[in-house]
């Protein structure tokens, strides 16, 4: 076999696209590369057509430090395009054709590539989500599709992995989200305060993209339960919902004192100060596969309260790294109080930084390599 013959060729969001799955691409594959683990990513000409695209841009202006090839290939919704594609993959011969899988849109293009690819391609589906957030017209006929094109499923956790187990027979590598190599480093929380011009309050936090499903409502109506007028709520990430539903139940909650909005996308430094500066990340999601805050707040050693759902409470409860709370607003409340604990609070931080070493990305490709 030809020494330089791609081991993984990967399908994914990359650099210069935006957002948790184009940064952990690039943690994984240069974590690949370290190892002398020939990698090359083929991302996006066009990923999401602009009037689909909630947000206000889908790239990045981050740069990080490489060691592996990025090509700008795929186009998302053109027939002739795929085919090209799977000429260009046959051409090049990898041992294995890796495609991650996290929205509809790739559902058919992933398809017709694999139809094209030589049978000694092992195509294998590196997943985030199997269940859309939002409930699709025919999304069981294609995921068919998408399951018929794969060889076997890498999942990135045990939740999503058993969704997939339900729906094939064919062979399913539970796994866990990393956290990624590619984070701005650590910051003591005094310091990053200071940066965000806060005062020296307790903050909860939810950061992110907001969607419906992530349950932002909730929080919101649990501060009305936290007496302490030493407690803040920061809101800090790009609204993809309308944020009107949202600033309608703060005003009618009178809670305007009591939350801080920052509706952006957040790059990773911003992203680092937020975690940092706060006592806790709020996950109150009303549904998940698994969650990419999860091992960023690892990074920064940073205590969560998360719904009790399947994808966000089982590292939580494994780890106790956390408070965990069903549903209702008050819940919640109680759940950030216990979790704002001095002692408490103190032993969740003890608890993650004996955990992370587990979370690494040279774990999660030890356990792939074999593939």
């Not at 889908?58 to 592996?68: A, D, G, K, W």
């Not at 993959?89 to 849109?105: A, C, D, T």
């Not at 939350?259 to 680092?272: V, W, Y």
Request: proline share 4%; aromatic share 14%; net charge positive.
């Amino acid at each position: 076999m030809d020494s330089k013959r791609i081991k993984f060729l990967v399908f994914s969001a990359s650099y210069p696209y935006r957002g948790g799955i184009s940064d952990s691409t690039h943690s994984l594959c240069n974590e690949l590369t370290k190892n002398n683990i020939e990698t090359e990513v083929w991302t996006f000409s066009l990923l999401y057509p602009n009037f689909l695209f909630p947000g206000k841009t889908q790239f990045s202006n981050e740069v990080y430090e490489q060691n592996f090839k990025v090509k700008r290939i795929i186009n998302t919704i053109s027939p002739f395009n795929w085919i090209k594609v799977s000429k260009k993959v046959n051409k090049i011969n990898p041992e294995v054709l890796i495609l991650r899988y996290w929205s509809p849109i790739l559902y058919l293009p992933y398809f017709f590539i694999g139809l094209f690819l030589k049978k000694k391609i092992k195509v294998v589906g590196l997943v985030d989500n199997w269940d859309n957030h939002e409930k699709l017209p025919f999304e069981r006929f294609f995921r068919y599709l998408f399951i018929s094109t794969c060889n076997y499923f890498i999942s990135f956790s045990k939740n999503i992995g058993n969704k997939i187990k339900q729906s094939t027979n064919k062979k399913v590598i539970s796994l866990f989200h990393p956290i990624n190599t590619n984070l701005p480093e650590l910051i003591d929380q005094k310091t990053a305060k200071n940066i965000l011009g806060l005062d020296q309050s307790y903050y909860i936090s939810f950061v992110g993209i907001i969607r419906e499903y992530k349950g932002l409502k909730t929080l919101i109506k649990s501060i009305k339960f936290l007496k302490n007028e030493n407690i803040k709520l920061i809101i800090a990430g790009e609204f993809y919902d309308p944020i009107y539903k949202y600033l309608k139940i703060i005003n009618e909650l009178n809670l305007n004192e009591k939350i801080i909005i920052d509706n952006r996308f957040l790059d990773s430094k911003m992203l680092r100060n937020y975690i940092c500066a706060s006592d806790l990340i709020i996950q109150p999601y009303t549904k998940a596969s698994q969650s990419g805050i999860t091992p960023i707040c690892y990074h920064y050693n940073t205590p969560m309260v998360v719904s009790n759902i399947n994808g966000l409470k089982e590292i939580i409860q494994k780890d106790k790294s956390g408070e965990i709370f069903d549903k209702t607003p008050k819940n919640l409340s109680k759940a950030i109080l216990k979790g704002l604990e001095k002692k408490r609070n103190e032993n969740y931080k003890s608890n993650i930084k004996k955990s992370r070493g587990k979370y690494s990305w040279l774990s999660f490709i030890k356990k792939i390599q074999s593939i």
